[in-house]
């Protein structure tokens, strides 16, 4: 062999060795360099009706071009949290809570805040019996997880009425974390006087169970308007693959759209995408009810998530923490600026 021959032989070997380690960081599951996968979180409830609308009609993929789109659902905030400090997804809507929880959990490495995504939507129902907050003594109130966001806000309240609660039920009043699906179960069969549900089950508890408002959340924020779910993604995720983060983004805010126009293929979208996760829709009075109970938007209503951190410290289930960066909202004002619309604020959370 020539020695011509020799080093052009030894070039090919040197760029197909090359070619073979741009692949191999490419194809690593989303949480590397140039990722070819999005692993997004969400939850089977109608204030993730973004999301559910966003999978159902395949927003997201329209937006990630060549990028693979998985999706996981949970239950409530911490396990997606939970999730997310294993490596296990790299973006999901989220509630309050559990995001500053992540955040101070990790200090402040594990996560940002990206968008908006919902406003509203939750409340305190209870049987018909409980005509006023002072009948709640001894009473057995659930929360679809402990230290998610309804969790804290029914602890919060409680706490203002002078109250007691602990994290094992016990107290003047009894707060039991329940999986959502297993709370309209218990207030069917009288294990549960009451919960502070988000939507779509605080509707499916006044329609199908006979449950009433006793407290609807909206009422205890200025102008009724507090971040019931935004989007999160994996800090590492965003420093890594910005590009992708910006076509989620674009699917996000056209999935937001959607959801806010309220028409009745949306709505038909997120109840489709509900019976396709849970094997069984919802009835179109639930659907219609839960929707008009919510706002969704892109703004995160950032005012409302230095509250929530302090209700939170409050109760016990936070030590103090500082917020300032976990916003992080350029990406989705590049985008919103593209699109022709107002930016959003982090306020006094901005990095």
Request: with cysteine; charged share 20%.
């Amino acid at each position: 062999m020539n020695l011509r021959r020799a080093r052009g032989l030894a070039a090919v070997a040197v760029a197909l060795v090359a070619a073979a380690g741009l692949a191999a960081c490419a194809d690593d599951g989303g949480s590397g360099a140039g990722a070819t996968t999005l692993r997004l979180g969400y939850f089977p409830n109608i204030t993730h009706a973004p999301a559910l609308i966003g999978v159902h009609d395949k927003i997201y993929e329209k937006h990630l071009g060549g990028v693979r789109l998985e999706t996981t659902t949970f239950n409530a905030g911490p396990a997606a949290i939970e999730a997310m400090l294993a490596d296990a997804i790299d973006a999901t809507y989220i509630g309050p809570n559990p995001a500053i929880n992540g955040w101070a959990q990790s200090r402040g490495d594990l996560l940002r805040i990206i968008a908006g995504a919902t406003s509203g939507g939750a409340g305190l129902v209870v049987k018909p019996s409980i005509t006023s907050p002072h009948d709640l003594r001894g009473k057995k109130i659930a929360t679809p997880q402990l230290g998610n966001t309804q969790d804290v806000a029914l602890r919060h309240w409680l706490t203002g009425l002078g109250f007691a609660t602990d994290r094992a039920g016990g107290g003047d009043v009894h707060v039991v974390p329940t999986p959502n699906a297993e709370i309209i179960t218990g207030f069917a069969d009288n294990a549960l006087d009451g919960a502070w549900v988000p939507e779509p089950h605080l509707s499916r508890l006044i329609l199908e169970q006979g449950a009433k408002l006793l407290l609807d959340e909206k009422t205890l924020w200025p102008g009724g308007a507090f971040v019931t779910t935004h989007l999160i993604v994996s800090r590492k995720f965003l420093d890594r693959n910005p590009g992708v983060v910006t076509s989620l983004l674009k699917g996000h805010l056209e999935a937001v759209e959607l959801a806010a126009s309220g028409t009745a293929a949306a709505r038909r979208s997120a109840n489709d995408q509900l019976a396709a996760l849970t094997g069984k829709g919802l009835k179109d009075n639930v659907v219609d009810a839960s929707f008009a109970n919510l706002t969704f938007t892109v703004d995160p209503v950032a005012a409302s998530l230095d509250a929530c951190a302090k209700h939170a410290e409050e109760v016990g289930l936070l030590k103090p923490v500082e917020l300032a960066g976990i916003y992080v909202l350029d990406p989705l004002n590049a985008v919103l600026r593209g699109a022709g619309k107002p930016e959003v604020s982090a306020g006094i959370l901005a990095p």
